[in-house]
Structures are given as structure tokens and as C-alpha cells.
């Protein structure tokens, strides 16, 4: 049932939007999305490697990240901004940091103190964070509203390139961990976006920074920059290292840029948001001293809402000038807020928040093992870094001797950073590789029981760092344990975290992973253990760190080597000895070629043996962290926001319909007072379309607007059925005019060149005397046909059915003219052989090239 209502609710929305014209056709495009706590900016790159932000509906190149339910209807971005500052329940915003978070994270606990109006529960079955809506009951996870947001960045992208995208790059926050990763990947899965790899959003950056600097890059001396990027919720400084290094695809010669992030700092809680909420406080706390109500201001979370909105205007006003006055109407009881703020008392507010301005640049230094002295510049990204004062502490404390650099456009480095990037790992794109080596900011390490020897040794646990503090990913590593007889168990967690404190440490969650056991180690010893063999059995475990960030356990292998017999020394001896023969010679045959692959099995030493037994162990996975989506909750999800998608188009397909009879009723109503269509009705068709559309205002002002975009679409046809013959008629009356001026036009000038056709000085002309009298001929009977029909035609009263109709027109112009341009052609061709003989070429010729351009 539940596959057939999928496919149901699919098919629907295939012909909604066929119904409302989106234009998409397969091809080559990929987007990226660089989804942030407050803005979404979207990129995307087509065929022919044009790279660009995608607009959204409003034409703005980034859109606030917020989501607002309200009657039934979803609205996004500036739209659902609106709704939250009547209903700020309704609205969702800065979602994005409790993406992976249990519900007893200090986050969520922020979170709840910034925002108390929303109705925060735990997940019965994951005891992560669930936003309740008040108006309707519905519950939505965090991984469900980042889904509703790709799902309108694929929108955006496909509006802008008209072309089908279903894979993109996502920029995250470099201090999102394997929990926050993994539920990016589920949100992306949930609406049908293949995410081609998760980047680090200052990694993105310094990538759009990268490939607009690769001539400075050198083999030898890698250049240093810093990153410092401070958004709405977090600042985060990256240190990156440039050079060019050796191709590793077997082109010996080629050079290729390669990225590196050395060091990175961070500071989660330093950003715009929080000036913004400070700033929204110092507003309702000058607002209750002046009294005006006694209600108090806080207590109301509509006003609250209005206050959050102007301290963002505020803030950014600020930014440019050293006062401005916070204004708004009827903030609450009737009483309107009017205060002057000046950048002095914002600074003062958020004094402790500047003093930590440097430390994440500090700790991204110390990571690096550099010195300011090694960078070459400091790259500003993000909004943030726009406040004056921010900018001033960087320069004072940082000291790097160089100006700051704002070259990169701090709204759309990361989308166009991530989107080259995109371009670079889908199939079919002709771009230069530009490597990039991201840094491990949460080291991981693997902890085991070792195996004892005897009955009385006492249990050890055993440590082992996978990656370390900054290691480069992505990257591989394989972890051998020897002379394991029986399964066991390994747990996967987060190693010693000394660069953070403890309430950072606390952000993270679970510092334990996953749990990895361990099956069928006994069976293979016990299968293999009777071959000799002077190695001990291995257990491989291949971890990997991905791009994407994620660590991940791609296969696990037992092996043991063989011992080899004398005789088959011998014979490995003696068959390399006739391998090596015919190689002498250069003969190459299937005997031949068969030594050689027995050669390639065999070693040459003395110690000679067979390659180890290979034999792949089950793992079961036990995640530790915020367990995953299983795949029965996946897919609820995924027939959810499916059945919302379709619930938009409706509504879409609604709003369009009911625009376009509004504007219907008005343009009948305009045109019905102008002589020139109520004189082309006749007095019942008058009366008939007056009667509908007074049917139709009715019912549009009694339950019209509820009505369904089908009923919508019958009340526009049947009227627009009733006005069309009148609209015709007064078409015809209109142009009439204009087209007989343009038939008369070619007549005269059809008139003037046959009377030059006649003339006795053109007695060498290419034109026939038979042609000559066919063109008289045309030219006679089109204008007794004119004169005839304009007379008849103005006898008509003009509600009648036009006998001289524009079409009729056209078809008689459209003869005369083809036969003169035919004519011309002829006639100028054969008179350019000639020229010199019969007349000047400046007066005569040049009047028949001018006439045959007009026609």
C-alpha cells in the first residue's frame, strides 16, 4: 500500500509540474548548496563549465534558512520570515546546528533558551530533537527541515539552468562530526539529492580562492594563507597551504595545485546570531524602562520576534554608521519603539565577544605549527567579518604586518568553492583538477581487549590512534592484529581532545562511535590453522577517511601464509629459468603466457611461498552516536515530504489559476469601457458577459477562494469562451488600419517601379513584357479589391462578423510583395551587368536596392 500511494503521490507531482511549465530536460549540471545556519547560497555549473549563483524566486542570490507552516501552507526563505514575526512558533530558523544533537546536548539547551516560543521533543526511538507545531501536531526533525531546504536549493538550480540536478557538493561546518556528517547524508537521501562529497565550508573557500591565484603557486615553497570566517552561529579560522605537486595519474611531467589545511580554530558560539540577540535584549530592556506599558515585552514572543528582526537590521546598519535609530510600529499594546543606538553601546554590549575575536586564529596557529609571520594574508569570509570592530581587533592583535584581504566575496565563496569542486567529481566535466587535503579536526583512535595467552593474564585494553589531531584526509589506513584465534570486539571514538574544553567536549555527544564485532575469526583459524606456514594469521581492518569526512570500516580481511615444499622450490626455480628463455628470443605464445602468470605467483628468494590465504570476516556495526534513520522511518520520511512537495504544487497550481481569473475579471471590465470593444458586442453579448462576470465576483467573494485550482480554471475558461469573439472582432477593428496602410504602401511603390519599367530609357531591361503586364495586372485587381471591401466593410456595424478580415489582408500583401521582391531581384541583377551603358548607378540602381530592402 504504501509503494503504491510513493509511486501515487510521484506521478502527481510529475503533472503538476508539467502543468505549470517547468521546463527541465536532462543534462550535464551539478549544483553545490552552502546551507548555513541563517543564509543558503546555491551555485551550479553547466555543460559548458559556466559557473554562477543560482537566483531564487525574488532574484536574491542568498536566501534566509528558515521554514514557516501556517493554514496548511509551507512557505520558505523571506516568505516564512514574515510568518515568524506574527507566529514565531511557526517558524523555524538556525536549525542547522541540531542536526545529529540528542536532545540533552548544551546545544539543544541553547537553543531552547534562544528560541523558548518552540515546542522542542525527544525522538522515542533516536531521543533527538523533534520540533512539534503548535497549529497542526505535525513533527519534524532537524534532518527533515535541512531536507526541505536542498529540496528548494534543487529548486533554485533547476529554475536557473532548466535543466534536471540531482547531485550536489554541501559545505558544513568544519566542526560538524561524524554524527552531524552522517545526518547531512540522510537528509540529502531523503529528497533524492546524491551528495557527490561533504566539503569543510573554509576548505571551499580557500578552493574559490585557489583557483583564481594558481599562477603564484610554486613546487618548491608552498605559500600560507588564513581563512577567517565568521558566520551566524560560529567563527572558524583555517590555515591553508598552497604548492603545486606531481600528478599521481602516470603523467610524469604535470603539476597539479594541491590544498592543504594545516590548522584550524574554532569558537562555536561567536557570530553574527549572537550580536543579534544581544542586541535584540539591550532593545526590550530600554523599551520597559521608558514604561509605556505594563506589560512587559519579553513575556511576548510576537514582540520578541519584532525586536529580533530589527536587531538584525540594526546590526547591519551599524556595521556602516556610528548611530542609527531602532523603530517599530505597535510593538506591543499600540506602543511604538523609537530608540537611538550607537555603534559605541553595540560594541559595549558585546565586548567579551570581540575579546575572543583572535582565539580561534590563535588556535588554528598553533595547530598549524606557523607563525603570523609565515602567512601572507588574512582572507576575510563570511558576514560577520564586515563589523568594523572585528575587522580593527584582527589588525591590533593579529599583527601580520599585511592588510586584511577582501578580495573573495564573503556571501559566495563557499557555494563557488564547493560547486568547482562538484564539477571536478561528476563525470563529463573537462576541469583541472585541484586537489584538496582537509585536516582532522576531532582525532579518532580505536580501543581493543588484547587477546590473552593464559587463563591468568589479566584483561588489557589497548589504544590506538587511526587519526590523529590534523591529519590529512582523505586517507586510508589498514590495522593488523596477529595471532587472533577467536572473534572479538573493537570500539570506534573520539581520542583525546586536549585542544578543547569541556563544554565543547560535551557538544560533541557520545565520544564513543561505533562498536565493531568481529565474526568468523574462530572458523578461519580453525579452517586454515593445519597449513604450515612460517607467518603468523592476520586480521586487516581497512578504515578510510572520506572526503566527506566520515570514517568509514570498508572491508575486513583474515589472511595466513603458506609454506612452500622443497620440490615446489625447485619447481618455481626451475619454471622463472623458462619463463626467462623465451624473452630472450621475444617469443610470446599461450605456453609462455601461462609460465608467466605461474612466474607472478611465486617468489624468487629461497624462503619462496604461496601468497597468503585471504578469507573476508563478518563485521556487525553497533552505532554508539545518534543512531541513523533506519530505512522503514527513511522511507515515512520520504512519502512526507513528498506529500508536502505536493501539497506546494497544488497550491502553486491554486494561486497561479486564481491570478490568472483576477486578472481576467479586471481586463474584461477595462476593455468593456473602451468604444473599440463595447462597440464590437452586441447588446445580448454585452449583457451576457456582464451577467457572468457578476456570477463569477460573486461566488469569488462568497467561497471562490477556497475553490480548487480545477473549479478555478472552469470559471476562466468559461468566461474567457463568452469574450473571445468579441476580443476578436475589436482585434480586427484595431489593426484594420494599419495593415491596409501597409498593403497600400507596397502598392504605391509596386506603381512607381513598373512605370520605371516602362520608361523607353530602360529598353535593355531584364524584365519581360509578359511579366511586366502580370505584375499590372496584380497590382489593378488587388486595389479594386481593397477599395471594394473597405467601402463594404465600413457599410458593417462592427458587432458584426468582419468581412475584410486581417488575414485576407495579409494573404494579398504577402502576394504583391513576393512578386515585386522577385521582380527587383531580377531586374537588379540583370541591370548590374549593364550599368555602365544605360544610367547612373548612384540614382537609378541605387532606388531599386533601397525598395527591395523595404519590401
Not at 585536516?439 to 587519526?467: C, D, W
Request: glycine share 4%; charged share 25%; with cysteine.
Amino acid at each position: 500500500m504504501n509503494i503504491l500511494f510513493w509511486s501515487s503521490i510521484t506521478t502527481q507531482i510529475i503533472l503538476l509540474e508539467l502543468c505549470l511549465k517547468i521546463d527541465i530536460v536532462h543534462s550535464l549540471t551539478v549544483m553545490s548548496v552552502d546551507l548555513g545556519s541563517e543564509w543558503m547560497k546555491v551555485a551550479i555549473v553547466s555543460a559548458d563549465f559556466s559557473e554562477e549563483i543560482a537566483l531564487n524566486k525574488e532574484s536574491k542570490r542568498k536566501t534566509p534558512s528558515a521554514i514557516a507552516f501556517l493554514n496548511g501552507e509551507r512557505t520558505f526563505g523571506k516568505d516564512a520570515l514574515t510568518v515568524g514575526v506574527r507566529f514565531p512558533s511557526n517558524c523555524y530558523v538556525y536549525f542547522l546546528d541540531l542536526l545529529g544533537k540528542k536532545i540533552d546536548n548544551p546545544i539543544v539547551d541553547l537553543y531552547k533558551t534562544r528560541f523558548p516560543y518552540y515546542n522542542i521533543i525527544p525522538d522515542p526511538k533516536r531521543n533527538t530533537v523533534l520540533f512539534k507545531h503548535n497549529e497542526s501536531g505535525e513533527q519534524f526533525s532537524p534532518e527533515e527541515l535541512v531536507a526541505m531546504m536542498l529540496e528548494k536549493a534543487r529548486e533554485f538550480a533547476q529554475d536557473n539552468s532548466g535543466q534536471v540536478i540531482n547531485e550536489a557538493v554541501i559545505s558544513v561546518p568544519g566542526y560538524f562530526g561524524q554524527a552531524e556528517r552522517s545526518a547531512m547524508f540522510k537528509a540529502a537521501e531523503i529528497v533524492g539529492i546524491k551528495v557527490l562529497q561533504l566539503i569543510n565550508s573554509y576548505t571551499a573557500a580557500a578552493l574559490n580562492y585557489g583557483i583564481f591565484h594558481i599562477k603564484r603557486f610554486n613546487e618548491i615553497s608552498p605559500m600560507f594563507m588564513m581563512f577567517y570566517d565568521m558566520g551566524a552561529c560560529g567563527t572558524q579560522v583555517s590555515v591553508v597551504s598552497y604548492q603545486l605537486v606531481k600528478s599521481k595519474d602516470g603523467r610524469a611531467h604535470e603539476l597539479q595545485p594541491q590544498l592543504t589545511v594545516l590548522g584550524v580554530g574554532y569558537e562555536r558560539n561567536l557570530g553574527g546570531l549572537e550580536i543579534q540577540l544581544r542586541l535584540r535584549d539591550y532593545l526590550a530592556t530600554k523599551f520597559n524602562d521608558l514604561k509605556f506599558t505594563p506589560n512587559d515585552v519579553t513575556k511576548n514572543p510576537q514582540s520578541m520576534a519584532k525586536l529580533f528582526k530589527e536587531a538584525g537590521r540594526l546590526k547591519i546598519i551599524l556595521s556602516a554608521n556610528t548611530e542609527h535609530f531602532a523603530q517599530i510600529e505597535g510593538l506591543i499594546d499600540q506602543k511604538d519603539l523609537y530608540i537611538k543606538v550607537t555603534r559605541e553601546e553595540l560594541e559595549q554590549l558585546c565586548k567579551d565577544l570581540f575579546d575572543k575575536v583572535t582565539l580561534p586564529a590563535l588556535k588554528a596557529l598553533e595547530a598549524s605549527g606557523l607563525t603570523i609571520e609565515h602567512i601572507e594574508q588574512v582572507m576575510l569570509v563570511g558576514a560577520g567579518t564586515r563589523v568594523p570592530r572585528i575587522q580593527d581587533v584582527l589588525v591590533k592583535d593579529l599583527k601580520s604586518g599585511h592588510l586584511l584581504g577582501r578580495s573573495l566575496n564573503t556571501d559566495d565563496a563557499a557555494a563557488l568553492g564547493a560547486a568547482y569542486k562538484a564539477a571536478e567529481l561528476r563525470n563529463g566535466f573537462e576541469v583541472n583538477t585541484f586537489i584538496t587535503k582537509d585536516a582532522t579536526m576531532f582525532p579518532i583512535e580505536l580501543k581493543f581487549y588484547r587477546e590473552k595467552k593464559y587463563e591468568s593474564e589479566p584483561i588489557k585494553q589497548v589504544r590506538r590512534i587511526l587519526f590523529s589531531y590534523m591529519k590529512p584526509y582523505p586517507q586510508r589506513i589498514i590495522v593488523t592484529f596477529i595471532n587472533h584465534k577467536l572473534d572479538f570486539d573493537l570500539t570506534v571514538g573520539y581520542a583525546e581532545l586536549n585542544h578543547l574544553d569541556e563544554n565543547e567536549i560535551r557538544c560533541l555527544g557520545s565520544l564513543s562511535l561505533e562498536h565493531i564485532k568481529l565474526k568468523g575469526v574462530q572458523n578461519a583459524y580453525s579452517k586454515y590453522k593445519d597449513e604450515e606456514s612460517s607467518d603468523p594469521n592476520k586480521i586487516n581492518l581497512h578504515f578510510i577517511m572520506d572526503a566527506s569526512g566520515i570514517l568509514v570500516l570498508e572491508n575486513v580481511e583474515f589472511s595466513i601464509g603458506k609454506s612452500v615444499t622443497n620440490d615446489q622450490v625447485e619447481e618455481s626455480t626451475l619454471l622463472n629459468i623458462l619463463n626467462y628463455i623465451p624473452n630472450l628470443f621475444k617469443v610470446h605464445d599461450k605456453f609462455n603466457e601461462n609460465k608467466l602468470s605461474v612466474k607472478n605467483t611465486l617468489e624468487n628468494s629461497s624462503g619462496s611461498k604461496l601468497p597468503a590465504v585471504r578469507q573476508t570476516i563478518e563485521v556487525d556495526h553497533e552505532y554508539l552516536f545518534v543512531l541513523p534513520t533506519d530505512d522503514d522511518d527513511l522511507q515515512h520520511l520520504i512519502i512526507k515530504l513528498k506529500k508536502l512537495r505536493f501539497k506546494d504544487l497544488s497550491q502553486l497550481h491554486k494561486e497561479k489559476a486564481l491570478h490568472s481569473l483576477l486578472t481576467l475579471i479586471v481586463e474584461v471590465r477595462e476593455k468593456l469601457s473602451q468604444p473599440e470593444y463595447s462597440h464590437s458586442a452586441t447588446d445580448a453579448e454585452t449583457r451576457s458577459i456582464l451577467e457572468k462576470l457578476t456570477e463569477i465576483s460573486n461566488w469569488l467573494g462568497y467561497d471562490g477562494l477556497d475553490a480548487e485550482a480545477e473549479e478555478l480554471e472552469y470559471k476562466y475558461n468559461s468566461l474567457r469562451k463568452i469574450i473571445q469573439p468579441v476580443w476578436d472582432r475589436a482585434f480586427e477593428h484595431i489593426e484594420r488600419s494599419q495593415r491596409l496602410e501597409a498593403l497600400s504602401n507596397t502598392l504605391k511603390k509596386s506603381n512607381t517601379f513598373l512605370k520605371k519599367l516602362k520608361n523607353n530609357t530602360l529598353e535593355d531591361s531584364p524584365i519581360t513584357q509578359t511579366e511586366m503586364d502580370k505584375l499590372e495586372k496584380l497590382i489593378l485587381e488587388t486595389t479594386i479589391w481593397r477599395d471594394k471591401q473597405v467601402e463594404e466593410q465600413e457599410r458593417l456595424p462592427k458587432y458584426v462578423q468582419p468581412v475584410l478580415s486581417i488575414s485576407t489582408i495579409e494573404t494579398k500583401h504577402s502576394n504583391i510583395r513576393q512578386k515585386m521582391k522577385y521582380l527587383m531581384t531580377k531586374f537588379i541583377n540583370g541591370k548590374l551587368k549593364n550599368q555602365k551603358k544605360h544610367f547612373n548607378v548612384k540614382d537609378d540602381l541605387q532606388y531599386y536596392v533601397d525598395t527591395h530592402k523595404e519590401l
